[in-house]
Nanobody
Framework: QVQPVESGGGLVQAGGSLRLSCAAS????????MGWYRQAPGKQRELVAA???????SYADSVKGRFTLSRDNAKNTMYLQMISLKPEDTGVYYC???????WGQGTQVTVSS
């Protein structure tokens, strides 16, 4: 079973940047999709960005133009580049791999105002 592991979270000031990584323990070539969710305190988990097996990428409206999802099949790793971060981006970010769906443990992102 492929197990994804997130890294790259941390504390950053508003306007700053972070790059999250989601490294899978095995090949992700056969994954139907991969993506990122986030969960803010007291709120439901929400989809941030996703990529299909065909390479189609979609973003939540709240992050369009600021977040960029990419995938390196050779490294079995997916990335989420985040720029112009806002306090409302704060939360635990989880990656998933659809093989069927397997979740990572999450990484905390905190954006201070």
């Amino acid at each position: 079973q492929v197990q994804p592991v997130e890294s790259g979270g941390g504390l950053v000031q508003a306007g700053g940047s972070l790059r999250l990584s989601c490294a899978a323990s095995g090949s992700i070539l056969s994954a139907n999709a991969m993506g990122w969710y986030r969960q803010a305190p007291g709120k439901q988990r929400e989809l941030v960005a996703a990529i299909t097996i065909g390479g189609r990428i979609s973003y939540a409206d709240s992050v369009k133009g600021r977040f960029t999802l990419s995938r390196d099949n050779a490294k079995n790793t997916m990335y989420l580049q985040m720029i112009s971060l806002k306090p409302e981006d704060t939360g635990v970010y989880y990656c998933y791999v659809d093989m069927p769906r397997i979740w990572g443990q999450g990484t905390q992102v905190t954006v201070s105002s």
